[in-house]
């Protein structure tokens, strides 16, 4: 048996096929085109694994994707490959387009041809899951009910935009084509091996280097913050028994402002890696707010545990302690992770507060 994981090297993806496969001895497939996101050093301990076949190739190419499916007929495809960065979408767009919309559209006409070759009973067995997420919904007024699956579909960036568009393909795919889909929308995940332009990880190498810690505006933006392997263990179970057709948020049952969050983290340090930077929390940097800014996300995460059985084992303060943790002892993966590229993008985008240049910025003690 043989399942086909996309976008496997990046920081969901890779996390899922790890945890996978120390708890499955079925073969993953993994596609990934390895943009600046995608991190084979990740994966490095499968590199010998015969049941990790990893392919270098991008979603939007129909013909690997018809080659592959021919070749190793998975019984199901997890579909993660996506670009996910607010900040980057803003800037740019028409990559999001190509790879959330274009991609998972040849993705899903490949997955069609597949699946109407195959034979009873696993015509009937296969699944195409889809990685999604809360943003898709769009903002949340403070007090207002937690989205529910029945939500409207509001999205408010160009990222956010996407990825609804690719809801709306796969949501299509099986009305129109019978496809055996299944859709999770998950909130802000957190964990080990997250590249470094979000928020958790950004917090926690700035303040381990002495760097300023940007927050947008005035920091009080509220988020639903899930552990990255709770969201794998969800994901399983959606994959083992959730209804073709139906969609599934994951929510982590941690609604924090971005303040609370980086505090949070600063505190953590303060005990597990005191320097001279200690107290972390007065390096805390407020920058210019980015354009549209969702104020508040959460998710209502009662389907999947009254359906399917699932929630959560992690608490945002035993999660993050984990995260900090892991941060702290894996300094070659963090060196590898941080290109010029990373770097040059971090100037970019928080005007030199990131790296180091505080001048005409307010700070926080």
């Known amino acids: ?23 499955s001895d079925e073969r993953v497939v993994n596609l990934d085109a390895l943009t600046y996101a995608g991190n084979l050093r990740t994966l490095q301990g499968l590199k010998d694994d015969p049941r990790h076949v990893f392919v270098h ?4 190419n129909s013909e690997l ?4 499916l021919a070749e190793h007929r998975p019984r199901a495809i997890i579909h993660f490959a996506a670009e996910s960065h607010v900040d980057r979408s803003i800037h740019g767009p028409e990559a999001f387009i190509q790879t959330n919309v274009v991609g998972t559209c040849r993705l899903l006409e490949a997955a069609r041809a597949h699946w109407q070759t195959l034979p009873e009973p696993e015509k009937t067995t296969f699944r195409f899951l889809h990685v999604s997420t809360d943003e898709v ?3 949340l007024a403070l007090g207002a009910p937690a989205f529910t699956e029945a939500h409207a579909i509001e999205p408010n960036s160009p990222y ?51 760097k300023p810690l940007p927050i947008y505006g005035d920091g009080l933006q ?23 057709g139906q969609a599934y948020n994951i929510g982590g049952h941690n609604e924090m402002t971005n303040l609370a969050i980086v505090h949070h983290i600063c505190a953590l340090l303060d005990k597990l890696a005191p320097s001279r930077f200690t107290p972390y929390a007065s390096l805390i940097t407020h920058v210019k707010d980015r354009p549209g800014h969702d104020r508040r996300y959460a998710i209502d995460a009662g389907k999947i545990e ?31 992770v941080q290109s ?5 993008w971090m100037q970019q985008q928080y005007s030199g507060a990131a790296a180091g240049e505080v001048q005409g910025v307010k700070r926080e003690a």
């Open 306 to 336: 009254r359906e399917l059985g699932w929630k959560p084992a992690e608490t945002f303060a035993t999660g993050i302690r984990k995260t900090v943790r892991w941060y702290l002892d894996n300094p070659a993966w963090v060196e590898n």
């Open 222 to 244: 509220i988020r639903d913050w899930l552990y990255v392997k709770d969201h794998c263990t969800a994901i399983r179970r959606v994959l083992e028994a959730g209804k073709p």
């Open 160 to 210: 956010s935009a996407s990825k609804a568009a690719s809801d709306h393909l796969v949501r299509a795919w099986h009305h129109t084509y019978g496809l055996p889909v299944l859709t999770t929308h998950c909130s802000n995940n957190y964990g080990p091996y997250h590249f470094p332009e979000k928020l958790i990880p950004l917090i926690i190498l700035n303040a381990l280097a002495g």
């Open 340 to 344: 010029g590229a990373y770097r040059e």
């Open 1 to 23: 048996m043989t399942i086909l994981v996309t976008g496997g090297a990046g920081f969901i993806g890779a996390n899922f096929v790890l945890d996978w496969l120390a708890q």
């Open 65 to 68: 994707l018809q080659r592959l």
């Open 137 to 139: 919904y769009g903002t």
């Open 57 to 60: 190739g991008d979603i939007g």
